[in-house]
């Protein structure tokens, strides 16, 4: 019997892309994934180290496992249910013994930042590795005495905390890159790693090292994989997804969306993280003209006010991203905007939030996501004086959450009694969840459709024949509707992300 492993995912999806990428390997290599830690021999998770509440998440996450992996984990009352001290206690007995075996692996951002914190703090900790190395991974894990389904390798037991591995492996192809999720019809393809952009506040950088793009042959052969396994939206992601290619000469990201569209299918492509001073005219018309490409655009632009933006490092000026963003509009009228917003940066007075509020007034955005500032070491933002209370701080994120719940609200109710394309992500008790290309997946809000039968458009069945008419009716009731199937929705309802709709035919 194969050992068996399971895999925590924390952090953004180009988190996600490296754990995917990690448990194919691991498939590859003969073990076999589980969703229950309790049941792994190999209880893996990929950390966030972005800020201060990931990096929380990510410490009392490792923690859970390393209680599990101690088998000091409660037992629940209905597997223990005597009075039989003696019993009970060997039942305790047996339960840790059983885990003994069980390792506990970190990876990720966190893991890199703070590699000897983690394991002076947390011993149960086996092994820890940084971002980008699969390979020292399965080497460690060959190395594990009595490991069934890897080749026995000479990893010493912590070879992920000091020193270095002395026999690298080659990256080995996915078996099946559909064995390593629940079922999603989505798939992230990460275009580039790294950042060569020097945001004052960002620790990603440090981590990931530079800029460098995937080159286009490796990401045409993933997409073409997974669109032949079934995948109905790719959505590519990078730190800056519209300055890919920048390495290569005449190949940017409007040549790369051109060849995915080339890609045979019904699919959907999304674009997020897109830098604003990196989106050029090119692009959008590519968007603009071609059909797979959601009218869909993620720009972080962290804040509108110039004396803000400047001390960020981010670049350009409150009059740039208006301008931008009518530009936009005016190329591509049905465009769906998303942003990103700091709430609370050192040093931000009152009088430039509440222009950044105006600003997110003028802008309309039709997607918007915050976050607090967080203080990190070793950033320039870190040094600064005058940083904000807590209370200031989640004050201002408070206020622009509700602003932009009210701006949602009211762009939702103008598309009731409109008909879109939707894709299916979930069904379940008769309930099916879906999404506009208006919709990124986890981020967005999503349609809701309560009564999965089909209603008929009018026009496809003009018949006086009522009894024909009735068996179409129930034809098309009785049809399977399919997570990835694309259908056409009319909305019905709405609410402030959410929408709420009937599926026609």
């Known amino acids: 019997m194969s050992h068996k492993f399971s895999l925590i995912n924390l952090g953004c999806p180009k988190n996600l892309v490296d754990s995917d990428n990690l448990a194919e390997k691991l498939i590859s290599s003969g073990l076999s994934r589980v969703d229950n830690p309790e049941n792994a021999d190999l209880l893996f998770i990929n950390t966030c180290g972005f800020i201060q509440d990931a990096k929380k998440e990510s410490i009392e996450e490792i ?30 007995v047996n339960h840790e013994s059983k885990d003994n075996n069980k390792k506990l692996i970190v990876f990720g951002c966190l893991a890199k930042r703070y590699r000897d914190e983690l394991t002076k703090e947390i011993p149960d900790i086996d092994a820890i590795f940084g971002v980008g190395e699969d390979e020292r991974i399965i080497e460690y894990c060959k190395g594990i005495r009595g490991l069934r389904g890897l080749t026995s390798g000479e990893s010493p037991r912590r070879q992920g905390v000091k020193g270095s591995s002395k026999t690298m492996i080659h990256s080995l192809e996915p078996s099946n890159p559909r064995t390593l999720e629940p079922v ?9 790693e790294g950042c060569s952009r020097k945001c004052a506040y960002c620790v990603i950088p440090s981590i990931k090292g530079k800029y460098k793009s995937v080159t286009p042959d490796e990401i045409l052969k993933k ?17 800056d997804t519209a300055s890919y290619g920048k390495e290569f000469k005449g190949y940017d990201i409007a040549a790369l969306l051109k060849d995915l569209c080339l890609i045979k299918g019904d699919f959907w492509i999304r674009l997020l993280y897109a830098y604003p001073a990196s989106i050029t005219d090119s692009l959008l018309s590519v968007i603009a003209g071609e059909e797979k490409i959601c009218k869909y655009l993620d720009i972080p632009f962290q804040h509108s006010e110039d004396r803000i933006l400047k001390l960020m490092k981010r ?8 301008d931008l963003i009518r530009k936009i509009r005016r190329a591509i009228p049905d465009m769906a905007l998303r942003t990103t917003f700091i709430a609370g ?8 939030f509440n222009s950044m509020m105006d600003f997110i007034e003028e802008a309309q955005f039709d997607r918007l996501g915050a976050f607090k500032y967080s203080k990190e070491e070793g950033t320039p933002a870190a040094q ?11 004050r201002r994120f408070d206020t622009i959450m ?33 999404r506009l290309y208006s919709h990124a997946p986890e981020i967005d809000g999503v349609v809701i459709i309560e009564d999965t039968r089909y209603r008929m458009q009018d026009s496809g069945y003009k018949t006086q024949d009522k009894r024909n008419r009735a068996s179409c009716i129930v034809h098309h009731a009785s049809l ?25 035919i």
Not at 63 to 92: F, H, T, V
Not at 345 to 352: A, I, L
């Open 384 to 394: 600064l004086k005058g940083h904000l209370s807590e209370e200031v701080k989640n």
């Open 402 to 434: 509700r602003r932009q719940a009210d701006i949602s609200l009211k762009k939702n109710k103008a598309l009731i009694g409109r008909r879109f394309k939707a894709l299916i992500d979930e069904i379940d008790n008769g309930i099916a969840v879906g």
């Open 345 to 352: 940066f050192p040093t931000e007075t009152e009088d430039e």
């Open 223 to 239: 997409a073409d994989s997974r669109i032949n396994a079934g995948v109905k939206e790719l959505i590519l992601i990078a730190q």
């Open 480 to 504: 399977k509707l399919k997570i990835g199937a694309f259908v056409t929705v009319e909305i019905t309802d709405v609410y402030d992300y959410d929408l709420k709709g009937t599926i026609v």
């Open 63 to 92: 923690l859970k496992l390393a209680e599990i992996k101690k088998g000091q984990k409660k037992m629940q009352d209905a597997g223990y249910m005597m009075q039989d001290k003696k019993n009970r206690a060997s039942c305790i």
């Open 315 to 322: 670049g350009g000026s409150r009059k740039g991203h208006l």
């Open 184 to 192: 999603r019809p989505y798939s992230y393809l990460k275009i580039a």
